[in-house]
């Protein structure tokens, strides 16, 4: 196969001193999928920001069909034929899709192209739907499609500008296991006609099915380029983390105890007074781990929210230990031994301006293990932080350096260590791996079953299935802010099943899902 880029000895250091990228080199073929894996940190994203133009190397050189190449910006990128479909979709909802599509790059006509010609928007878009088999209605409105559609209409964005090499950022993120079977046969069809394909992920199941290469970083340097059909999960994970990671989630037979969380009957509205939750109820005892399944966007946020007092309910009670505390603050109900992991660890999670060990104590900084009327006990707090740190393997300097300083790997054990220090009886875990990778996933999920198996209550909400499926003893599915099934995780239970609940295909009878 011919290759179609070169990365050679890219470094990229930061004004801060930061080293992203230390002497990377990446070879990509023309016509195949290639995978691009590493931990957090290890300079994946700097180096997809520098083939795209969006960073400027501190060293090294890139070519491009043999040619050297020099990228001063996306628009030099995509006039080569790179596109690049980002994590978070960058979509006007309000938009039509063909509207979406042709955004800044409209058809025109009449004197001087003054005129936006509508009708050939609609024929080119309908004709690249019908060229690449990607199904969609070019009239309908962003807003108003699923998660796996619009992840199609970023794909015809970037061929509708000529794209031929394509960088996928975490594609399959927010799919259900349908939507990603569907975006797979998409990439397969693309290579088909001779597109390439750069695919970055920490789902190594997916790079097995789908990638015909795969080049490992750690720490900023290639470590190794595999043929996908000669290696195993096994053998990247060790490369990545630099240790074998146990990728089948060991836990101890269930010991159901007391009910912890009962909703009934529970209603809630987004910001903008549309009904999120539509009359949920639910039970979660103490040993157990309900998990919470459903493409985004369907009401998981708000259930996190009204439990943990961030949002208003709008009917129905939240009994906790049989207290009803429905219109209690947020401070009172963490102070009922209620730990809360926010989806968003930057935004609700921390506070990146303070140090790791004011994280740390965010919620008790006022209580006497810690001050001493008004003075911080800075020794004892230096003590606490080196313990978490050590026992959550937070790597960082000292427990002075600032949290928005971390990766977000360790930013997020942080956050996770500050709540299981409470040991909380009822535990809400809100995406708690997202964009962690696998060395930090297994330790995360170990340390969410240690809290089951000691007695607590876990209410496990992820976009991932697979986690869903690992940790969970038992599964909720939540679809247009209705829980439409509860199931038990039996061995059993497949991907799929639970699949066709998320998308609204398949729906349980309402008692059975309030069990």
Known sequence: ???????????????????????????????????????????????????????????????????????????????????????HFMLAPSLTVSENIVLGDEPRKGPLHMFRDRNKELEDINQLIKDFGLKLDPKAVVESISVGQK??????????????????????????????????????????QKYTIIFITHKLREVMEISDRITVLKAGKTIQTLETKDTSQEEISRLMVGRDVLFRVEKQEQVLRDMVLELNHVNAVDDKGVAMLKDVSLKVHGGEIFGIAGVEGNGQRELVEVITGMRKATGGEILYFNENIIGKSIGEIRNLKIGHIPEDRQTTGACLTSTIEENLILDVYDHPEFRFGPFMKHKRLKEFAQVLMKTFDVRADSGETLAGSLSGGNLQKVVIARELAKNPKLLIASQPTRGVDIGAIEFIHREIIKKRDQGAAVLLVSAELSEIMSLSDRIGVLYNGELVAVLDNTPDLTEQEIGYYMLGIKKAKQEAASQ
């Open 151 to 192: 992840q199609r209409v970023e794909i015809l964005k970037v061929l509708f500008r000529g794209a031929k090499l394509i960088i996928l950022d975490e594609p399959t993120a927010v799919l259900t296991p349908q939507e990603t079977d569907e975006l797979f046969d998409s990439l397969k069809t693309l290579v088909e």
């Open 1 to 87: 196969m011919t290759v179609l880029l070169e990365m050679r000895d890219i470094h990229k250091t930061y004004p801060n001193g930061t080293i992203a990228n230390r002497g990377v080199n990446l070879e990509v073929r023309e016509g195949e999928i290639h995978a691009l894996v590493g931990e957090n940190g290890a300079g994946k994203s700097t180096l997809m920001k520098i083939l795209f133009g969006l960073e400027a190397p501190t060293q090294g050189e890139i070519y491009y069909k043999g040619e050297p190449v020099q990228f001063h910006g996306p628009r030099d990128a995509i006039q080569h034929g790179l596109g690049m479909v980002h994590q």
